[in-house]
């Protein structure tokens, strides 16, 4: 009998079956294409399942399957039939969710996989060994464009920054005026009349405490370098990183030297060292130590299935991939709870929510 499961989860086995299919995976540019001159050769996969830990060895033309509960040896094409249906399916619907094609049942019941998707509470999808079992095991997160890549940052109460409201005194009903004015979305248009009516929107401080501390790790100004981002993104409405960080070189609110803005890339290393904290560790409302997760690399599924890696250790590498690859949206306003006037210790405040993505080209 068939099954639905959403595309989050085909993209995971899709990725799994593909690469023990081809054996091998290859360092992506930044662009997102493939690097044909990096090639990494795969051992095994290790895979959380059901019935626990298992590994899937690659042993010339069959895939070698132990576990607690079995050990068996399936032919390689196999895996690279089923993984080109499931390419096929998720390709060939824009729905979120998608009956398991024809022959994928029989086949996860084979090799005894029930679940899409790895029950793992690091973050990883399944941990690699490249080039020799003896290796050592990198934890792998899968992204996809097939049906939407997950965002970096997924914005949330905790990474709302504050504006303090200054210039004019409003009065309660101008305060409701405002906070009333267009539809719900409509940040932008608050913040114009804000500004229409006399008054001032200055960076005061960042909603969360821990997220503050997090952010102040990269760089004790950190935190209103992304205040101003999130300032020119509502006001101008670029979203782009790179063309964001070429907005604010202009603006400079940290007041720095042009030297160090131009001949050190100050602001482009700045934001790369956070892209990097966010892929590798760095969330919110969690205390970041500078430590990294579970996570040593990333695997992304491009419009065309193919799959290409960024890995923690390629560190030149995956900055530029991120950096050149995302952009800050924008989220709900009623669930993140910010883009109105708030009274707070009789001050108001207006906040901002940051939210960063993958660019969708």
Excluded at 12 to 38: P, Q
Aim: proline share 2%.
């Amino acid at each position: 009998m068939a099954f639905e499961a959403d595309k989050r989860e085909w993209n995971e086995i899709y990725a799994f079956f593909k690469i023990l299919a081809d054996g091998v995976l290859y360092s992506g540019d930044s662009k997102m294409k493939r690097d044909e001159n990096s090639l990494y050769p795969i051992s095994f996969v290790q895979r959380e399942e059901h019935d626990g830990t298992r590994k899937y060895i690659i042993d010339g033309d069959y895939i070698h399957i132990i576990g607690d509960n079995i050990d068996k040896r399936v032919k390689k094409e196999k895996f690279s039939d089923v993984a080109s249906s499931i390419l096929y399916a998720l390709k060939s619907t824009s729905e979120s969710e998608i009956t398991s094609p024809d022959g994928v049942e029989e086949f996860l019941d084979e090799v005894a996989i029930f679940d899409l998707a790895a029950k793992t509470e690091d973050r990883t999808d399944f941990h690699i060994a490249i080039y020799s079992q003896e290796a050592p095991l990198i934890g792998f997160c899968v992204r996809s464009k097939i049906g939407g890549l997950l965002p970096l940052l997924d914005g949330g109460r905790t990474a709302n920054f504050k504006f303090e409201q200054s210039g004019v005194k409003f009065a309660s009903p101008t305060v409701n005026k405002i906070n009333a004015f267009g539809e719900e979305d409509d940040v932008l248009g608050r913040m114009m009349m804000i500004e229409r009516l006399g008054g001032v929107l200055k960076y005061n401080d960042v909603a969360d405490k821990v997220f503050k501390s997090n952010l102040s790790m990269i760089d004790l100004h950190f935190p209103r370098m992304l205040a101003e981002m999130l300032r020119v993104m509502q006001l101008d409405g670029i979203t782009k990183i790179p063309e964001l960080v070429e907005a604010i070189k202009r603006i400079n609110p940290l007041k720095i030297k042009d030297e160090l803005i131009e001949k050190h890339s100050y602001y482009e290393y700045k934001m790369k060292q956070f892209l990097m904290a966010l892929a590798f560790g760095m969330r919110p409302a969690k205390i970041f130590r500078g430590v990294d997760s579970a996570i040593g690399a990333y695997i992304f599924v491009d419009g065309n299935g193919d799959l290409v890696m960024y890995t923690r250790s390629d560190k030149e590498r995956t900055e530029e991939f991120l950096y050149n690859n995302t952009r800050f949206e924008r989220s709900s306003t009623e669930k993140d709870k910010y883009g109105y006037l708030e009274r707070e210790n009789n001050i108001f405040y207006f906040k901002l929510n940051l939210k960063i993505g993958f660019v969708k080209r």
